[in-house]
């Protein structure tokens, strides 16, 4: 396997300032996400705390002047601000995730990003890749594009956009309409002529994270902002593990932020075991052995899940193609551990755990709405069962 050296001490200047802002930003973000929750407000405010900690930049590559955050860095961030709020922290993800793109592959244009990079300086520059569609995956999108001489006209409808109406830039999955049709990114800007956002996002959980449809009608982009048009089918070797790369930074990116939340649930359920004393006790429910083993088993199954996180995470910063090929099952796992876990939390808990006036079940709803942004349970798993029929046997 390949090793690149790490970066050294005085790279990491700006990664290690930009981590000691955490817990104040995490503490702004829980002072608004019930409100956010409750009225389905976009979290404006914590955008900018987030930016202005320079954590929403954290992942721009150090050749484009950025700081150069790893994977591991980022899962480090996502984890403490799903403390704070999910949609916050999935929000940030979706950026990150494309500025470390940027920095493994240069897909954008020079002048393109350069732009972006310019925004991001004065104020929060949301960035998402725009991929699913209401009816669904298929082997091609629904969304169009369509040459006409001097530019592409994108023309389709995008769903769970997270972020939708805040996005600075968008990448736009799409097929050309060519007789044999191309996929690839378009790079749209979110205030382009024919964008329109219809707010359709009115889910149980991350509520706050504005995931509404995109409407695209005509919307014009230059040629250059078609990013790797490729037949399906037809990517090089290279590519396929650039994808493969871009797939595990995307699930181990947001298994953090579940993570985060499930670790938040713990301890509200930890405070309140401590503080709870019911009718017939004379001692809080933290002091009785049944409750401590139901936190303990909360507890295990957190620790494993964020070692195998952290572990596939330092394992992909040292180019291990092994950890890239673990990430899928790895959010399978993940998923499973934190939705049981806050579960758990809630059932021990009882009437108070389902309280809108305790954050408990917001965690709970949070958890089972990130679940939007993994593929089905069954799809990962034929998929491993599929890689496991074809390893040779030893």
Not at 24 to 40: C, F, I, K, Q, Y
Not at 172 to 194: C, I, K, M, Q
Not at 197 to 222: E, K, N, Y
């Amino acid at each position: 396997m390949t090793q690149t050296a790490g970066p050294t001490a005085e790279d990491r200047t700006a990664v290690t300032e930009a981590l000691g802002r955490l817990p104040r930003v995490v503490d702004l973000l829980a002072a608004r996400a019930e409100e956010h929750d409750r009225d389905g407000t976009f979290p404006y405010q914590g955008i900018e705390a987030v930016h202005e900690a320079g954590l929403l930049t954290l992942t721009v590559g150090r050749r484009f002047g950025g700081p150069g955050g790893t994977l591991l860095d980022t899962v480090r961030v996502l984890a403490q601000l799903g403390r704070g709020d999910a949609s916050v922290a999935v929000l940030t993800a979706f950026t990150l995730l494309q500025h470390a793109e940027q920095a493994r592959t240069g897909a954008w244009p020079t002048a393109g990003y350069r732009r972006f990079l310019t925004e991001s300086r004065r104020g929060p520059a949301l960035v998402n890749t725009l991929r699913a569609e209401p009816g669904g995956a298929g082997p091609l999108p629904a969304t169009v594009a369509r040459w006409d001489g001097g530019a592409w006209l994108l023309t389709g409808r995008k769903s769970d956009c997270a972020g939708a109406e805040a996005l600075a830039w968008m990448a736009v999955w799409a097929r050309t309409e060519e007789e044999v049709p191309r996929v690839g990114a378009f790079l749209v800007r979110g205030d382009s002529e024919g964008v329109e956002i219809d707010p359709t996002w009115d889910q149980l959980g991350l509520r706050a994270s504005a995931g509404h449809d995109v409407v695209l009608d005509g919307v014009r982009v230059a040629p250059e902002g078609a990013l790797r048009l490729t037949v399906p089918g037809a990517a090089s070797a290279a590519e396929q593990a650039a994808d493969g790369t871009t797939r595990a930074w995307h699930d181990l990116a947001l298994c953090a932020v579940q993570l985060g939340v499930a670790r938040a649930a713990q301890e509200w359920l930890v405070r309140f075991l401590q503080q709870r004393t019911p009718a017939n006790l004379t001692e809080p429910l933290a002091t009785l052995p049944r409750y401590r083993t139901a936190l303990g088993e909360i507890a295990a199954a957190l620790i494993g899940a964020e070692e195998l996180v952290h572990g596939l995470a330092a394992g992909i910063d040292r180019n291990e193609p092994e950890a890239v090929t673990r990430t899928g099952a790895a959010q399978l796992l993940v998923n499973r551990a934190v939705t049981t876990a806050v579960q758990q939390a809630v059932s021990l808990t009882g009437n108070p755990g389902l309280s809108r006036r305790h954050p408990l079940e917001r965690y709970l709803r949070d958890v089972l709405g990130g679940r939007t942004y993994f593929p089905a349970d069954e799809l990962v798993l034929d998929a491993i069962g599929r890689a496991a029929l074809d390893r040779p046997a030893r």
